[in-house]
């Protein structure tokens, strides 16, 4: 168990609607990584967030965004669902934001998308 | 951009030594990460190298030549466990520490 979670495990619902991934950090890491992974690809990056602010973006479609609140948490919201955003998506927590440092990892949420 | 190259499948014996290299081409090094990952599981991490030469833990060592854009992921002892995906990491951009993934290497261990 690596202190990080995810709700839910499992979300299925129908193209074109829209739904929100919700992360909780280790206690006292203050940066949350998001990243996608389909079948035929690895782990995508998605975004990351440092206490509350923006630190990177990767290939983050315009459908998606996400946040990070005073408490923490993050959220990933995915609107306008198409089939291929079905994929497992991972939230990640690190310490700091800047210099590599060790992810550690939640359980993910697999989306399938209708 | 971008790019990491590994193997995408090996597979090795029980108790034997295994090599899974990784070359990587990326516009910024902030260091090279080893995850392993077992199926539908979530990423658990290895090893980080950020200089040159080999870091040992336990039965596992990941070497690193800044010079070549190379390195690998050596597992000795093999076990069945060990069966599993290994992925190579790099994070690229200083200021943050975001990830970029190659598609990873399943490992098979056979007894």
């Known amino acids: 168990d690596s202190g990080v979670t995810q709700t839910p495990k499992h979300l299925i619902t129908a193209t074109g609607q829209r739904v929100t991934l919700r992360c909780s950090p280790r206690?006292?890491?203050?940066?949350v990584y998001w990243y996608q992974q389909s079948l035929d690809q690895g782990l995508q990056f998605l975004i990351q967030?440092?206490?509350?602010?923006?630190?990177a973006k990767g290939n983050i479609l315009e459908r998606f965004s996400a946040q990070q609140f005073p408490d923490l948490h993050s959220e990933l919201n995915l609107s306008s669902l198409e089939l291929g955003d079905s994929a497992l998506y991972f939230c990640?927590?690190?310490?700091?934001?800047?210099?590599?440092?060790?992810?550690?990892f939640g359980p993910g949420t697999r989306l399938t998308v209708l | 951009g971008q790019n990491i190259d590994q193997p995408t499948e090996m597979t090795a014996t029980e108790g034997a030594i295994v090599q899974i290299n990784c070359t990587y081409q990326?516009?910024?090094?902030?260091?090279l990460f080893w995850y392993q990952q077992h199926a539908g599981e979530a990423p658990t991490f290895l090893s980080y190298?950020?200089?040159?030469g080999l870091e040992e833990k336990g039965r596992f060592s990941s070497f690193l030549s800044r010079s070549k854009g190379y390195s690998y992921l050596l597992l000795k002892e093999l076990q069945m466990k060990d069966s599993a995906s290994y992925l190579c990491?790099?994070?690229?951009?200083?200021?943050?520490?975001?990830?970029?993934f190659g598609t990873g290497t399943r490992l098979t261990v056979i007894p």
């Open positions: 967030y440092y206490n509350g602010e923006e630190r």
């Open positions: 990640a927590s690190s310490v700091v934001g800047g210099g590599a440092n060790e992810q550690f």
């Open positions: 990491a790099v994070s690229p951009q200083t200021g943050a520490n975001n990830l970029f």
């Open positions: 990326t516009s910024g090094f902030n260091g």
């Open positions: 190298n950020v200089l040159d």
């Open positions: 206690s006292g890491d203050l940066s």
